[in-house]
């Protein structure tokens, strides 16, 4: 099977040009320039200057036009293949009176095209079923394995496809289920292709415009006053349910027109898919009496005579085919019927002819509706808007290619747009200004008018070919005007004739592209035709009719090559010939496109007329009067197009003497003049290839109406040759002729171009004179040739040359005018000299440059030879100096004669800084000394010291640049490195800062390596505070030090440890340090003090770790300390948590009637007086706090319900037991998670304070748990536990109570009273419903349903007595002092929820408690609201008044 994309893949981007106002000025000449590019991709994208802003010329208000209609997924080829094959077979269902039920497999419409072709190429139903291979068919159809959806498929197959298959061959069914779909209720019914719900407009309902718009209304059904009014109608009604056809009520009553009638009424007759199973059915045997009384015609009864085996007998079991009329008893068909079908009935023979009936031929339809631009704007907009709820400009261009190729893909939606395409501009105006004499241009406009690149200028610009076509072909040569919407598109197409076209989107949202290049258009071709061959069986050119899209994703999966781009307003995009392209509108547009065709289009073009010929398809012009028209005018011609004629006018003289010889061997010698360009094209186009005749055809004189070209003189007709002449435009004298005028044209341009690339380049070695260039350039203007290359650079040369002869004639004139001008150097003498060889032209005056620069030649020798002397005077030297300024040329000797003093000065200045016995200079005296040296002349001597002074200096510079990398690069150094360096430099005899620098780090880098080592080897583990220190120290080191990454990872790794500690320990956003939870809280005993700390940490005011332990960061560092600290810390937490026990058991309780706020009275987190209902105690400090303000146990978790006892028996288990937040501070992990951690941090080499706080902790909570161990281990305690099994046991024996059960025989009365078992049901049935709402969130919806539960919950509450144990005071201090200690650990302990149990059902059930559990479960979302609002507005006012900053 073919992949199926799930998901579009954009393909990649085609070129994009941006060209500047230059190459923007030539449009034919640009896009030649990017040709080579943009050729490979087939389409390209051009952005013009921001400047160039065309204005749309349109008339708004005048501009009307009436769209076509695109129905999305009938664009796509293998989409619509899918659909004619599930319309045939549904076709085949309908007619044998059941409707077509699409099933659904792993949540998605079977695709049944692709199973039958997957089963028909595993070798056909039979073949697979014998091998077994029904898994292979759905992995072939990318189905999930192990589902057993092969036998599923096989059964859809058998039901469906298989009976349709069956007739389509020919064969008889063994077994065929005339209504497979009766029993499958949840599979889809399948309408043939309906009109979507979604659509823009639908066609219109009065005329049926597409293949399948037939199916689109419901046929009509008789009212019962048609039926009474007609006596036929009545009888009709015995042939019980299904269908009616229409034009039933039009029958006439005359037997000898029933066949008529029904005829009639067939051609017209629409059948429904759907099968009414409500309707009643009579025995046909009626029917047949019924008939046999009205028409008593021995014709009538000969009629009734089955075709099978040609008997009237048992007439009751005779069947009426609704299509042939013919007769079948039900036992004689094969396979034979065992009753008399539902509906209307076809027989075998007219089903097979109806299902293999072709499909229709395709094309889009014309809307009814008229639209202006503004009306079909507003219908385009708000399509799109309302299709993806969004407004248009916030829709993202990706998500609309997407869903416009799910859209045309699926065979389940069908969406429809309107697209107003192929506008005559000529009719509507265009968008581009056109100049006429109708109307008055801005001078703007006229600009634009002009313009090349305006889509009405273009095809008839000079350098165009179309432009030599007189008739406006319309589209071509006249643009088309595009207004498109969303999803709107245009299918894979290539232009008429191969041509270039191009297209300009003047404003509206992005039209994207899909381009092939022309070397592949072939390729697209085979691929769209191996894969939709059902299409191109009825409709061979379907590619040109411009209504077929295919995914570029399929292309591109089998090698075809394809680009994309969004045009967006303001933008071209060309296409180049026989680029196939295509693409669809991201939403509301207007653009303009028109055709083009260049020089290099020729090829191209008379290539496409053969492909035409094998086509068989009609030419919109002929190209060889095309080529004949340009040949015949051929000074009209650009030289580039004349060359281009030429070849071509070459190539089709030649076939033409060919054709014509054959034509003479055939005996045809008859032959006529035919002025070809005056008929029209009907008149005379080859009958066999549909080509437009221009250079000569063949005709017969007794077929006057029939003519052939040349290439199929055989098929004209069956008279002899001597009844056939040969009807031509020219001679085989005159073709030549016309051919010698291009070849003349074109060659007088590559004439000319011949001799100035000769003597430009010299080729023949002997350069022509300055004189005859000027002639070569005058022959331009003589012969009108176009602006070429050649000529510019023709025009350069003479004019560079002109500039060297006006140089030399200043140079050789008198003495007194040389001293007079200003001198110019040696270097440009022979610079001069230089450029008057590389003319390619010879200069008379060359000779006497080359003399003076022979004198300054001789000059220099002679000053050479003085300052090499030592002993030369000054007067010879002055000599020397008065005859170098005669000669008009500036000489380097005279310079070096006037800086002689300075070279000594120069010398004895190094000489005095370099001793030996000088202090060392910094650099910057070294540069100024060479800075001076290199400004005096040069000589032997200050060459050498200048070479040693730079030397010295390279080096200087040469280790301060490394001093200086090693301190600024990122890239660090070992000390090794910086060691070497500064041991070399020390050499140099130049101060050098950057080294001294070094030397400072180098120090500073081995104190920090040394500090390592002391800290490594120490008696223990380094802190992590150290370590850190260490690593930022290292880190702003520029060495590089092997440590520093040992130690960054124990760092990082203490860090790692200490994160994962935190998220097992720490709440979310909680105000504690995982050091403070890990610790004892020392203060325990002090509410204000706990209650400050805990405020102050909300408000991130409070930052100390280890206050609260009176330790200092540096006793952290002992072990021994921490251990002794924790140790205090824990008998201060207990006698603390213990006189905080009863300071806040003597408080009032907020929940007595008689309570008032008193200064001894207790506060909330929220720092008001809770009081009345919703206060809550926490069972260790036993403060009150708000119900809502505090985390509450999660009573109704523990409710749950079970099959076989109810929880509300077991009250003992409930969890009631609450904390407040200042009491419990962490999560309270589990031992097990802790031991887990302990065993992480045993393995880091870094000491951490929370490690020694953890393994502390973890101490005291193992000599807890063994405390607790033993204390449940107690014979009593032992006795107790295992009475509550007991009873446990004995209330899950018992199954839900619909009157209430007692419990076991004990000291105390029943839990339950009589009358709780009225609510008990109710109980349980909201138990079962809302047992997982854990929070208010969920119940606000439903305030008054959630009232009424609330109230039916406190009303069994006081049903519940207590206690179920008789607890012993012995046994219940040591278990309350031990549930004060383990409330006290950040640990979650199993023995500690085993002495809560105890300790509960020891005494009686808290119902206030549990009530005020249950209302704070129910708040509504509004109340916590409010209370939350509170709580924020009291942390504003308190840090107001204290003046905290949060």
């Not at 000898?256 to 099968?275: H, N, W």
């Not at 095809?459 to 006249?478: E, T, W, Y």
């Not at 309780?1149 to 209902?1173: E, F, K, M, R, W």
């Not at 119900?1187 to 009631?1216: A, F, H, I, K, Q």
Request: charged share 25%; net charge negative.
């Amino acid at each position: 099977m073919e992949r199926v994309f799930d998901d579009f893949l954009p393909p990649p981007e085609c070129p994009v040009f941006e060209p500047t106002w230059a190459e923007f000025r030539d449009p034919l000449g640009y896009i030649a320039k990017i040709r080579p590019i943009a050729e490979k991709s087939g389409i390209c994208k051009i952005r013009p200057p921001e400047d160039w802003q065309p204005p749309f010329a349109v008339e708004v208000d005048n501009f009307r036009f009436t769209p076509r209609i695109q129905r999305l997924n009938e664009l796509e080829a293998q989409t619509t293949v899918k659909l004619n094959y599930l319309d045939q077979i549904a076709k085949f269902w309908e007619i044998q009176g059941s409707s077509l039920k699409i099933p659904n497999v792993e949540r998605k419409i079977l695709d049944l095209y692709s199973l039958n072709k997957v089963v028909t190429e595993e070798g056909g139903y039979e073949a697979i079923c014998k091998d077994r291979r029904w898994a292979r068919v759905a992995q072939r159809l990318n189905y999930p394995q192990g589902k057993n959806i092969g036998s599923l498929l096989r059964s859809h197959y058998e039901h469906i496809i298989y009976p349709y298959e069956m007739f389509q061959s020919g064969a008889n069914l063994v077994q065929c289920d005339t209504h497979p779909f009766d029993t499958e209720e949840k599979d889809k019914e399948y309408t043939p292709h309906s009109i979507p719900l979604r659509q823009s407009v639908q066609p219109s309902k009065f005329t049926s415009y597409s293949r399948r718009a037939k199916r689109l209304q419901p046929d009509p059904e008789p009212t019962e006053e048609d039926i009474e009014k007609n006596p036929e109608l009545k009888k009709l009604q015995i042939y019980g349910a299904g269908p009616k056809m229409m034009g039933l009520g039009l029958m006439a009553k005359d037997k000898t027109l029933r066949k008529k009638g029904k005829e009639e009424s067939r051609g017209d007759e629409k059948v429904s898919l759907s099968l009414s199973k409500e309707d009643s059915l009579e025995p046909c045997t009626e029917m047949t009496t019924r008939l046999q009384k009205n028409h008593s015609c021995t014709q009538f009864f000969n009629s009734y005579v089955c075709r099978i085996c040609s008997r009237e007998e048992e007439d009751d079991k005779l069947l009426l085919c609704e299509g042939c009329n013919d007769n079948y008893h039900i036992f004689c068909l094969l396979p034979p019927l065992p009753e008399i079908p539902r509906g209307l009935w076809r027989c075998p023979k007219c089903i097979l002819a109806e299902c293999k009936r072709p499909p229709e031929a395709f094309g889009f339809e014309q809307a009814t509706q008229e639209y202006t631009l503004q009306s079909f704007g507003e219908m385009a907009d708000s399509f799109k808007a309302d299709y993806f709820n969004m407004p248009v400009h916030m829709v993202p261009t990706e998500l609309v290619e997407k869903e416009f190729w799910r859209l045309v893909s699926s065979i389940e939606e069908d969406v429809t747009v309107e697209y107003g395409a192929d506008i005559h501009s000529k009719e509507f105006g265009s968008g581009f200004p056109v100049s006429s004499s109708k109307q008055n241009l801005s001078p703007e406009e006229k600009v634009y008018a002009s313009s090349g690149w305006n889509l009405n200028v273009m095809p008839v610009l000079d350098q165009s070919v179309l432009c030599h076509i007189n008739a406006d072909i319309s589209g071509m040569k006249v643009p088309w005007l595009y207004v498109g919407m969303v999803f709107s598109a245009f299918c894979w197409h290539i232009e008429d004739h191969w041509s270039y076209s191009i297209n300009y989107l003047h404003w509206g949202e992005p039209k994207t592209w899909y381009g092939v290049p022309s070397l592949a258009a072939e390729h697209l071709e085979e691929v769209m035709k191996m894969l939709t061959p059902e299409l191109f069986e009825s409709q061979p050119d379907l590619l040109h009719q411009l209504v077929t899209l295919m995914n570029p994703n399929t292309l591109m999966s089998h090698g075809v090559p394809v680009v994309r781009t969004n045009q967006c307003a303001g933008e071209f995009v060309i296409t180049f010939p026989r680029a196939y392209h295509s693409g669809f509108n991201q939403g509301y547009n207007f653009a303009e496109a028109v055709n083009f065709c260049t020089a290099d289009w020729l090829p191209a073009g008379r290539q496409c007329i053969e492909h035409y010929r094998r086509l068989r398809r009609y030419c919109v012009f002929s190209h060889e009067e095309l080529i004949c028209k340009m040949a015949a005018f051929p000074e009209k011609l650009d030289l580039n197009l004349a060359v281009a004629v030429h070849k071509e006018m070459f190539i089709m003289v030649q076939e033409e003497r060919r054709l014509r010889k054959a034509l003479l061997e055939k005996g045809v010698t008859e032959a006529e003049r035919e002025a070809f360009e005056l008929l029209p094209d009907d008149e005379r186009q080859c009958i066999k290839c549909k080509t437009t005749c221009f250079l000569s055809a063949l005709a017969c004189y007794d077929c006057p109406d029939s003519l052939v070209c040349l290439f199929h003189i055989s098929d004209l007709c069956k008279c002899p040759s001597t009844r056939q002449y040969l009807r031509y435009r020219y001679t085989l004298d005159e073709l030549p002729a016309m051919l010698h005028k291009l070849k003349v044209r074109a060659e007088s341009f590559d004439t000319w171009a011949n001799k100035v690339r000769v003597a430009l380049e010299v080729e023949d070695g002997q350069k022509c004179s300055f004189e005859e260039l000027k002639a070569l350039k005058s022959e331009v203007h003589e012969g009108k040739f176009p602006n070429h290359e050649l000529f510019q650079r023709l025009k350069n040369c003479l004019s560079e040359a002109e500039v060297y002869i006006t140089q030399i004639l200043g140079l050789v004139s008198g003495q007194e005018a040389r001293m007079k001008m200003p001198q110019v150097t040696l270097t440009q003498l022979q610079v001069l000299l230089e450029k008057i060889d590389s003319l390619p032209c010879t200069i008379p005056q060359i000779e006497a440059v080359k003399d003076v620069l022979e004198q300054v030649k001789a000059y220099q020798a002679e000053a050479r030879e003085a300052l090499a002397s030592l002993h030369s005077s000054v007067g010879l030297l002055q000599s020397l100096l008065e005859r170098g300024q005669q000669l008009g040329v500036e000489v380097p000797e005279t310079h070096q004669l006037r800086q002689h003093i300075e070279q000594v000065q120069w010398l004895d200045e190094v000489k005095q800084s370099l001793a030996p016995a000088a202090q060392r200079g910094s650099l910057v005296i070294m540069q100024g000394l060479l800075v001076m040296g290199a400004k005096i002349a040069s000589s032997p001597s200050v060459d050498k010291v200048r070479a040693e002074l730079q030397e010295l200096l390279t080096v200087a510079e040469c280790w301060e640049e490394k001093a200086h990398f090693c301190l600024k690069t990122r890239e660090k150094h070992p000390p090794s490195i910086l060691e070497a360096i500064i041991h070399e430099a020390e050499n140099i005899p130049v101060h050098l800062p950057n080294i001294q620098a070094l030397k400072e780090t180098l120090n500073k880098a081995q104190a920090w390596i040394a500090d390592v080592n002391e800290i490594q080897n120490g008696d223990h583990y380094p802190c992590l505070d150290d370590l850190e220190g260490l690593v930022a120290v290292g880190r702003d080191l520029p060495v590089r030090l092997e440590e520093l990454r040992q130690l960054e990872q124990q760092v990082l790794t203490a860090h790692s440890w200490k994160e994962k500690a935190s998220k097992t320990f720490l709440k979310k956003n909680s105000c504690y340090t995982l050091l403070e939870v890990l610790c004892p809280c020392a203060d325990a005993g002090s509410d204000s003090t706990k209650r400050s700390r805990w405020m102050e940490k909300e408000l991130g005011l409070y930052k100390s770790d280890t206050e609260l332990l009176g330790l200092s960061a540096q006793d952290f560092r002992d072990p021994g300390s921490v251990i002794l600290a924790f140790k205090e810390g824990e008998q201060k937490e207990i006698k603390g948590i213990m006189q905080l026990r009863r300071i806040n058991s003597a408080k009032a309780s907020p929940l007595a009637s008689s309570s008032t706020a008193a200064s001894a009275a207790s506060i909330c987190v929220c720092g008001q007086v809770p009081a009345g209902v919703g206060a809550l105690q926490c069972d260790l400090c036993q403060d009150w706090f708000h119900g809502w303000c505090v985390s509450v146990p999660r009573l109704l978790n523990s409710l749950r319900p079970s099959p076989t006892s109810s929880p509300l028996l077991t009250w003992w288990e409930w969890d009631t037991k609450f904390l407040c937040p200042l009491c419990m501070r962490s999560r309270r992990p589990r031992l097990e998670t802790i031991l887990a951690l302990l065993v992480a941090l045993q393995r880091l080499p870094v000491r951490l304070p929370e490690g020694e706080a953890l393994q502390c902790l973890t101490e005291r909570a193992i000599n807890w748990q063994g405390r607790a161990r033993q204390a449940l281990a107690n014979e009593d305690v032992t006795a107790l536990l295992g009475r509550l099994a007991t009873l446990r046991q004995h209330l899950q024996a018992e199954p839900r109570p619909e009157e209430p059960p007692t419990y076991p025989p004990a000291p105390v009365s029943d839990p339950l009273r009589e009358d709780s078992g009225h609510n008990m049901p109710k109980v349980q049935d909201l138990l079962e419903k809302g047992y997982s709402m854990t929070g208010p969130e969920k119940l606000a919806p439903g305030e008054g349903s959630s009232k009424r539960d609330l109230e039916l919950l406190s009303s069994l509450l006081p049903q519940l007595t207590g206690p179920v144990l008789e607890l012993p005071e012995a046994t219940r201090a040591p278990l309350e002092e031990l549930m004060v200690e383990g409330d006290l650990l950040e640990v979650t302990l199993d023995e500690n929820y085993s002495i809560q149990q105890l300790l509960q059902a020891g005494q009686p059930p808290n119902l206030e408690r549990i009530r005020t559990l249950l209302e704070t479960t129910f708040v509504t979302g509004k109340q916590a609201d409010i209370q939350k609002e509170a709580c924020k507005n009291l942390k504003k006012y308190t840090q107001k008044t204290f003046g905290w900053v949060g």
